[in-house]
């Protein structure tokens, strides 16, 4: 969640916040300590000479009942109702009533309690983020005012007092603006560091799903070697399942071998570390921090190999198929005028020269039509298998390759089910066929093709009894143009994985006596 869909979350008006609230209850704090402080004194000098006669116990009767309204207001900004404003408003209005009514029991207090009016407006200002301030400071001057007149015509006042009451009300209008300023700064300031917030928590968050999906591991450690923080995949790739505390776990007791590359790791030479999971290079990036921080990239060099094969095997795919296109018109041209030679000699040795050029021109045939196809590996249609679906195309390619029955022994269970592009997997399977039956002794039973479940997953084994592939050459077999036949065009098994790898199936050479292939599937739903 944004922080500014946060931020609306805890809102309970609109435009008021729990903080308004908070400041609302202070100031209700000081009201009722100033009631019961008020209501302490009233009772304490009700009978001195410093109210007028008969006006301490007034005095005392409008200070308990401040104190009550005061205990009142808790109950309200705790139900959160009325509205923020509403209770302020009510609030300050309870103010200037209250203190108007204890003016008029003492000329002497009159000056010290107007000045409590002051700081009510103040208060109201503050808390309610300037609102209304100016109508508070009017209110209060008006009620000062009216209080003084009613003095003056009950001859207790003197007109003189006017001008006294008249400073106490621009000190009230004074204190409203400097109140109102004030909380307009801080509005705006608030809103300021409120919206950096935003912004600073949408780049942590940024940041953080950058480092979760970065393939590279990322860890950032102190100069004492103790772990800031390490990224699920640099724990992956590390092979650990203790997951580090931050600030407390030490990198040589979690990874010996990566602490002592860390100490001595340089951005001119990086060094490498093979892990049970990858094969690394770590890369040492200073954070320019007082405690020498630094950030160690674990790059996965199996994976970038991975992509650069990729990228090149892509380069290669759509080179080859420009040229395959190009090939293929005069390659047909070729392949007519060798028919047309066979048909008009009759000797010997030039029927064995367009044998030749036929012959050449078949083999150009067939590695134009395997690039045309690795170039259109991702158009699938696939389609339901099941074991009498299978075991008919594996009897379609024996008799294509021309194998005896007697050779191929097939072992698949009765129930089968798996999706696969058709053409895709004959494809494939004829493929590990024709390299089976190339390799193998050729008597009965030398080819086996077992079909196995586990789970949902179906895999098929191609086996042989050849001599199987030797070690020197088991990483270049599905390398493309790789191959050891002089007749052979080298694409065979490369195309068979990249057609495996387009219907999500993985093909596998099993090293071990013998020829053996394994493709595995996921079955169907």
Not at 212 to 218: M, Q, R, T
Not at 232 to 261: S, Y
Not at 494 to 512: C, I, S, W
């Amino acid at each position: 969640m944004s922080a500014v869909a946060a931020s609306a979350r805890h809102r309970v008006s609109p435009d008021y916040f729990p903080s308004h609230w908070r400041s609302l209850d202070y100031f209700n704090l000081y009201r009722l300590t100033l009631a019961l402080a008020l209501a302490f004194a009233g009772v304490l000098f009700a009978d001195s000479e410093l109210f007028s006669p008969g006006a301490g116990g007034r005095f005392v009767s409008v200070a308990y009942a401040y104190l009550v309204l005061a205990a009142l207001f808790v109950l309200g900004i705790r139900a959160r109702w009325p509205g923020f404003q509403t209770q302020l408003t009510a609030h300050i209005l309870t103010d200037i009533l209250v203190v108007t009514l204890l003016m008029a029991t003492s000329h002497r207090l009159a000056g010290g309690m107007g000045l409590l009016l002051a700081i009510s407006i103040a208060s109201g200002g503050l808390v309610g983020s300037g609102r209304l301030t100016l109508l508070y400071a009017a209110m209060a001057s008006i009620a000062v005012l009216l209080q003084h007149t009613f003095g003056v015509l009950d001859n207790r006042l003197g007109m003189d007092g006017f001008f006294q009451v008249g400073l106490l009300c621009a000190g009230f209008f004074a204190t409203a603006w400097l109140a109102h300023t004030l909380t307009q700064r801080a509005l705006h300031s608030e809103r300021l560091a409120q919206r950096q917030a935003e912004r600073l928590a949408l780049l942590d968050r940024i940041n953080a799903v950058a480092i979760e999906h970065s393939a590279d591991g990322l860890m950032a450690i102190r100069g004492d070697g103790v772990i800031h923080h390490a990224s699920p995949r640099a724990l992956a790739l590390l092979g650990l399942t203790t997951v580090p505390l931050p600030g407390v776990t030490r990198l040589q007791d979690c990874c010996p071998e990566l602490a002592r590359l860390a100490l001595h790791a340089s951005a001119a030479s990086p060094p490498t570390l093979v892990t049970p999971a990858a094969h690394l290079r770590v890369r040492h990036i200073p954070l320019a921090m007082e405690d020498d921080s630094r950030l160690l990239v674990l790059e996965d060099l199996r994976e970038a190999e991975r992509t650069a094969q990729r990228l090149k095997l892509a380069a290669l795919g759509r080179l080859t198929a420009n040229i395959a296109h190009e090939i293929r018109n005069p390659l047909s041209a070729i392949s007519h005028a060798a028919q047309l030679l066979r048909e008009d000699t009759a000797d010997n040795g030039q029927a064995r020269l367009v044998g030749i050029v036929e012959k050449n021109a078949e083999r150009l045939d067939r590695l134009v039509e395997e690039i045309l196809t690795l170039n259109r590996r991702d158009r699938l249609k696939p389609v339901s298998f099941d074991a009498e679906t299978l075991t008919a195309l594996i009897g379609e390619l024996r008799q294509t390759e021309e194998i005896p029955s007697a050779a191929v022994i097939v072992d698949m269970p009765q129930t089968l089910d798996f999706r696969f592009d058709p053409d895709h997997l004959r494809q494939i399977l004829w493929n590990l066929m024709r390299n089976a039956w190339r390799f193998c002794r050729r008597q009965a039973g030398s080819l086996q093709i077992r079909v196995q479940t586990a789970g949902r997953m179906v895999q098929i084994e191609f086996i042989d009894d050849g001599p199987g592939v030797s070690p020197e050459h088991q990483s270049g077999l599905f390398e493309p143009f790789f191959t050891t036949d002089a007749q052979g065009t080298g694409l065979g098994l490369f195309l068979a994985r990249e057609l495996a790898e387009a219907n999500r199936a993985q093909l596998d050479h099993v090293p071990g006596t013998g020829g053996r292939f394994s493709l595995s599937v996921a079955g169907g739903d």
